[in-house]
């Protein structure tokens, strides 16, 4: 695959404040993923139909890490927000059908530190900025990762009706971007962006990665490396705690993607 935004890439995520790229998984490694998942998080009998397993990377092991820093998506990451950048944290979302939705939230927040998006001299920069793993397709109507195109860089985020918000009422603004199992989607968290209702028959399985400029964190409690005694040297890197100066580049000028 190729490695880092072509110049569509770079259109789209500046008009759309979303990006998907197609098929970093095969279909093999998607089930592989499953199976891990189903391996290391068994259903209960008393689950319901939405489930959330926080610090997934940590539970379930190091072919959960090696997605912080897959060569592919990692480059799209550094031309979106430096090469300081630092993995926040990490869960996952699985639905069954009739899970229900999450409101839409978040935008461009002039006075906090990680919800922001920013393009100066050629050179696009986000704060908190999420991957999201699709293990299983998401056709049209299907529900899942909704959003309003473009509203990262709205200038009326206090005029969206609480009703669109809530799901309450449908808006031509709100979309479902299809996906396919494989394709990973970024987006911004300045994007006013949600879940819907979950209305496909199959489960989605939706692992995310949340990443910070190196100055900056979301999560109050950091990785701790001690949890992660195999990772590479580029994952601990990602992993180290917010620092203005001291955050060393994830992948240094002249470093390969590649492992």
Same mark, same amino acid.
């Not at 259903?43 to 379930?60: E, I, L, T, V």
């Not at 964190?217 to 917010?242: G, H």
């Given at each position: 695959?190729?490695?880092?935004?072509?110049?569509?890439?770079?259109?789209?995520?500046?008009?759309?404040?979303?990006?998907?790229?197609?098929?970093?998984?095969?279909?093999?490694?998607?089930?592989?993923?499953?199976? &891990?998942? #189903?391996? @290391?998080?068994? =259903?209960?009998?008393? /689950?319901? +139909?939405?489930?959330? $397993?926080?610090? !997934? %990377?940590?539970?379930?092991?190091?072919?959960?890490?090696?997605?912080?820093?897959?060569?592919?998506?990692?480059?799209?990451?550094?031309?979106?927000?430096?090469?300081?950048?630092?993995?926040?944290?990490?869960?996952?979302?699985?639905?069954?059908?009739?899970?229900?939705?999450?409101?839409?939230?978040?935008?461009?927040?002039?006075?906090?530190?990680?919800?922001?998006?920013?393009?100066?001299?050629?050179?696009?920069?986000?704060?908190?900025?999420?991957?999201?793993?699709?293990?299983?397709?998401?056709?049209?109507?299907?529900?899942?990762?909704?959003?309003?195109?473009?509203?990262?860089?709205?200038?009326?985020?206090? &005029?969206? #009706?609480? @009703?669109?918000? =809530?799901?309450?009422? /449908?808006? +031509?603004?709100?979309? $479902?971007?299809? !996906? %396919?199992?494989?394709?990973?989607?970024?987006?911004?968290?300045?994007?006013?962006?949600?879940?819907?209702?979950?209305?496909?028959?199959?489960?989605?399985?939706?692992?995310?990665?949340?990443?910070?400029?190196?100055?900056?964190?979301?999560?109050?409690?950091?990785?701790?490396?001690?949890?992660?005694?195999?990772?590479?040297?580029?994952?601990?890197?990602?992993?180290?705690?917010?620092?203005?100066?001291?955050?060393?580049?994830?992948?240094?000028?002249?470093?390969?993607?590649?492992?």
């Amino acid at each position: 695959m190729r490695y880092g935004l072509s110049d569509e890439d770079r259109f789209q995520f500046d008009l759309q404040g979303f990006l998907v790229i197609p098929g970093v998984l095969s279909a093999d490694e998607c089930e592989h993923y499953i199976r &891990l998942a #189903d391996e @290391a998080w068994p =259903r209960q009998p008393g /689950d319901g +139909p939405m489930r959330r $397993q926080n610090d !997934m %990377a940590k539970a379930w092991g190091q072919p959960f890490v090696d997605l912080m820093d897959h060569p592919v998506v990692l480059s799209y990451l550094v031309e979106l927000m430096g090469r300081q950048l630092r993995i926040d944290h990490d869960y996952c979302i699985f639905m069954r059908e009739g899970a229900p939705h999450g409101n839409l939230h978040g935008g461009p927040r002039l006075f906090e530190s990680d919800h922001w998006y920013r393009y100066q001299d050629g050179i696009m920069r986000n704060g908190l900025t999420v991957t999201t793993w699709n293990l299983t397709d998401a056709p049209a109507g299907a529900g899942g990762f909704t959003c309003i195109p473009g509203s990262h860089k709205t200038n009326f985020l206090k &005029l969206v #009706d609480p @009703a669109v918000q =809530r799901f309450e009422r /449908d808006a +031509p603004y709100v979309v $479902q971007p299809t !996906m %396919a199992a494989g394709d990973v989607l970024i987006f911004t968290e300045a994007l006013i962006h949600g879940t819907g209702k979950w209305h496909a028959s199959h489960e989605r399985r939706a692992l995310l990665y949340k990443y910070s400029p190196p100055h900056s964190s979301w999560r109050i409690d950091q990785y701790d490396l001690n949890d992660f005694p195999v990772a590479t040297e580029r994952q601990r890197r990602l992993m180290a705690p917010p620092s203005v100066e001291a955050h060393a580049p994830v992948v240094p000028r002249g470093e390969s993607f590649d492992r």
